[in-house]
């Protein structure tokens, strides 16, 4: 049997799959986000020491971690963390304004790059003689073994270390002018080492670990998340740099390294949590039964936190079109095909010639969601009965590790959607796709205090 330890954004999750790739036992912890967007990196490590437990008491010897990315503190040798953990949601102080337009550098030195804040984590700690910094997976697997590394999912998101040869980019670190200690960038399938008696085998950034668990790792077949965020990866077989997005590393095995891009949304699921706690619907599981796309006019950017692509950090979230007759429906419905046609957004953006979308996260449950998203992106959508991606990417891995499994294969049962035309959602995408380009006007609006 494999565990699989997931710590999310809002909860953290312990999975137990057969070898077969059968999910026998779960158990998920809330750990919310503050409102600044960091989180405890003590109350985190205790969560993962409690999951190693319980994989200890079920007879579990292998086990595999994946983490939200993105994300990165502060902690002494001793393991005493020293900073909170800034999360992809919190945003740093610093900015770098003229860096964050260069083709080269705009990604790297943008609001929402790891990089800044690591840069403000090294002027908090300027007086702290044996504090490391770096990511949250380093830190964890740092707690548990002793040994300072960091995944190349992981280490390559940080802005410090290029996608392409996993160095160090010199001219960051000169612009920066940080001076830390680098941990060893190790595969995610590596012996990261026993604890308690259980043996941590993979460790793998929680979007990349959702790509290999579609099985979305080579140019053909993308994958889309819809949870907290919406995360839109396309595998391209090699290193590239296109239309704004984010050069990713999905995965790195036996010096082979499995390429893509990504572009995503800080808040989708957070939208519709939003929604709820508005009262704009009471039930979460009966979504679909609010959603109408007969009669939908609202333009919906669903940017709570900004977007990344296209690179308008300034933007917010917005509803266009309000009328006397709007009703929640209309504002649900809006909000689907915001989200549906981002995939479609992201996928033109790639240049890359996708025939299949493979989706996953608790959004993916909704049917009139998923449909839409298929009449959008003009290819069949697939969706696996089974929607924690990352936890089954996990298992994967760990089943490559003891080699009874391989690269590419994916557990569970899977179903298929294809564009069928039957809400008449590519029309909507139409009218989305024209009032997104005429964004970029509306910046002073959304600057103004």
């Not at 010639?353 to 993916?364: C, Q, T, W």
Request: net charge positive; aromatic share 10%.
């Amino acid at each position: 049997m494999y565990g699989v330890i997931d710590i999310g954004s809002t909860r953290s999750k312990f999975f137990i799959y057969t070898r077969e790739g059968e999910q026998v036992y779960s158990e998920r912890v809330t750990i919310p986000v503050r409102e600044d967007g960091t989180h405890d990196g003590e109350v985190i490590y205790r969560v993962v020491k409690h999951f190693v437990a319980k994989a200890r008491e079920r007879g579990v010897k292998l086990i595999g971690l994946s983490t939200y990315r993105a994300s990165v503190l502060a902690w002494r040798r001793d393991g005493t963390p020293v900073t909170p953990v800034l999360t992809w949601l919190y945003r740093p102080r610093l900015r770098y304004g003229l860096l964050s337009k260069l083709p080269s550098l705009g990604v790297v030195f943008s609001p929402i790059s790891p990089l800044l804040k690591i840069i403000e984590l090294y002027k908090m700690t300027q007086n702290c003689r044996d504090c490391l910094i770096w990511t949250l997976e380093s830190y964890l697997i740092y707690r548990l073994t002793g040994k300072f590394v960091s995944d190349a999912t992981n280490a390559t998101m940080t802005g410090i270390i290029h996608p392409k040869n996993f160095k160090l980019i010199p001219l960051v670190e000169t612009i920066s002018g940080i001076e830390i200690e680098l941990p060893e960038i190790v595969e995610n399938i590596w012996e990261y080492g026993d604890v308690d008696g259980v043996s941590l085998r993979v460790v793998i950034a929680d979007q990349q670990a959702a790509a290999v668990g579609e099985g979305a790792v080579r140019a053909g077949v993308a994958k889309a998340t819809f949870g907290t965020g919406l995360f839109v990866d396309v595998p391209t077989g090699e290193y590239k740099r296109v239309g704004g997005l984010i050069p990713l590393v999905i995965l790195k095995y036996k010096r082979t390294v499995y390429r893509g891009v990504e572009g995503y949304l800080p808040a989708a699921g957070l939208v519709f949590e939003k929604m709820r706690e508005w009262g704009i619907f009471e039930d979460f599981n009966k979504l679909d039964e609010y959603v109408d796309f007969a009669n939908v006019d609202l333009f919906v950017l669903p940017a709570l936190a900004g977007l990344q692509v296209p690179p308008f950090y300034w933007a917010r979230g917005a509803i266009i079109g309000l009328t006397p007759y709007t009703d929640r429906r209309e504002i649900i419905s809006a909000h689907v095909v915001a989200l549906a046609s981002f995939v479609k957004y992201v996928l033109d953006r790639s240049g890359e010639n996708v025939h299949e979308v493979k989706i996953n996260g608790g959004l993916s449950r909704f049917d009139k969601l998923v449909q839409c998203l298929s009449e959008i992106v003009g290819v069949k959508v697939t969706r696996n009965r089974d929607f924690e991606g990352t936890a089954r990417g996990v298992a994967v891995l760990l089943s490559v590790y003891e080699g009874s499994g391989k690269i590419g294969d994916v557990y569970g049962v899977e179903e298929e959607f294809q564009p069928l035309n039957r809400y008449n959602c590519a029309r909507l995408y139409s009218r989305w796709s024209k009032k997104m380009r005429r964004l970029r006007s509306l910046k002073k609006l959304f600057q103004e205090g």
